[in-house]
């Protein structure tokens, strides 16, 4: 299949970015769409010219790396999945497809595709851990976990962290991913004991990394590739507003 | 010596939860609560014209005279205190949502989220252009037609049917009613939502329920407060032909009263 590209190119973090328009020839319809970019850079680097620069790690939807808004919508429009996961089956012959960066001021973009998610670890070191002692293992059942809390946590633990919700929302919010984060933790007896901690000092990092605010639009869960529920949100609200009560009341 | 440290930390807590998105979130999802509670209130309050001139007016000499005429000004500077921190919380938020995603998709697109959620802030200002209006309208009265009407059954007191009756014969008048509240109940049909968000009460068990609240409010309000305009400007509603001589009757002491 045959396609045009409008893909954003931009030398440099500083650098003014623009749009280039590029020609896919001959693209296997079982392509990946990451396979499909690799085919258009290898004609690029044949003619001497710079390859489109992109984020890609395991290319199976687990790790989180791939980004790309592909026709302004981040892992494109299909549902529940990462952009190394989309086929090219899923575009026309012929189609004009858009390609650019996750778009936030906390994503400062790096080079054409790819953008800096570092706001995203340095909120997980504010509060998105338990403290335990290392060693070996403890045994997996000196814990009792109900069920439903177990799935609960686990649905919140099932976010890789990409970044598509703050690059779906109108406002770059951080909220699906802070309130994924610490649901996981908060909802599990583990993460119990340093909840209002982790929650002020999460919330506080999202805020400081200037993410905007949550406008309930609920983009970020259409496009999340795990379809993390924006429960977790109205969750982290309700912890946090506890939190800062008792914060209030301890001082 | 220990009041003043006690005072810097619940100073430094407030500026805190200010300063916080969570914490101004909240501001404007308590703020906007106690806005719907007012617009249910005058909407039933509304309603009683189809009562009858009778009731109507009592229910508004009712609210100026209780507690001794404190009411109303307690009431009224609750609701103007609620409205004026919803939109300084608000615009306070745009600004930083504006400054959060500082660039645009070339090819912009939207997903699922609702007309009424994108238009918010828009929605907003035309409900603060419409309650400037309708204040000076109805409450402050700058039209001496619509203030010097007087209850033909008791000449005392002001004639409140009267006065919507003949507040709504100009049909430029009606039309901005009518866009303005479409406009305030496209705001509630995405805020009431958003209040349980906020406020952490959003759950898979409530989800549904929450959003068919937040729609059945806003359509219960804008037919409560459209059927007044409507039903007068299409001549439902009629005032008695006693009232127009009534207005014109010597002027009262007591009109300076309302």
Known sequence: MNLTLKVWRQSGPTAHGRIETYEAKDIPAEASFLEMLDIVNTGIIEEGGEPIHFDHDCREGICGACSLAINGVPHSKEAGITTCQVHMRKFRDGETIWIEPFRARAFPVIKDLMVDRGA?????????????????????????????????????????????????????????????????????????????KRVLAMVRQMDAEGFGNC???????????????????????????????????AE | MLKKPQMNALGTSLLRFWNSSIGKKLIVAITGIMLVGFLLGHMAGNLLIFQGREDLNDYAEFLHHMLHGWGIWIARLGILGA?????????????????????????????????????????????????????????????????GMKDPGNPDRHDVYGMVIAGFQNPLVV??????????????????????????????????????????????LWIGFLSIPILVATGGLKDAPATSSASSATPDPSLSQN
Not at chain 1, 126 to 142: F, H, K, L, M, Q
Not at chain 1, 162 to 183: E, H, I, P, Q
Not at chain 1, 224 to 245: F, H, M, Q
Not at chain 2, 83 to 103: E, K, Y
């Open chain 2, 83 to 147: 409205f004026v921190l919803h939109i300084i919380a608000t615009v306070s938020l745009v600004q930083q949502n504006r400054a959060a995603r500082d660039s645009r998709y070339a090819c912009d697109t939207t997903v699922q989220a609702p007309v009424s959620s994108r238009i918010m802030i828009w929605t907003g200002l035309t409900v603060i252009a419409f309650v400037v209006f309708h204040i000076f309208h109805f409450t402050v009265r700058l039209d001496p037609d619509l203030a």
């Open chain 1, 120 to 196: 995203f670890d340095r909120i997980i070191a504010a509060g998105g851990y338990i403290d335990v002692r290392t060693g070996s293992a403890p045994e997996a059942n000196s814990i009792p976990i109900g069920k439903e809390d177990a799935d609960e946590a686990f649905d919140a633990a099932t976010c890789i962290g990409c970044g598509a919700c703050v690059a779906a929302c109108k406002n770059a919010s951080a909220m699906l991913f802070v309130g994924a984060k610490a649901a996981h933790l908060n909802i599990l007896p583990q993460g119990h004991p340093e909840k209002d």
């Open chain 1, 215 to 249: 406008t309930n639009q609920y983009e970020c869960e259409a496009v999340c590739p795990k379809e993390i529920s924006a429960d977790v949100i109205s969750k982290l609200n309700r912890d946090y507003a506890a939190a800062i009560v008792r914060e209030a009341v």
């Open chain 2, 175 to 220: 039309i901005f009613y009518i866009l303005a509240i479409s406009f305030l109940c496209s705001h509630l049909s995405h805020g009431i939502a958003s209040i349980f968000q906020t406020l952490g009460l959003r759950t898979e068990k409530t989800r549904v329920a929450i959003r068919n609240l937040a729609l059945a409010i806003s359509v219960i």
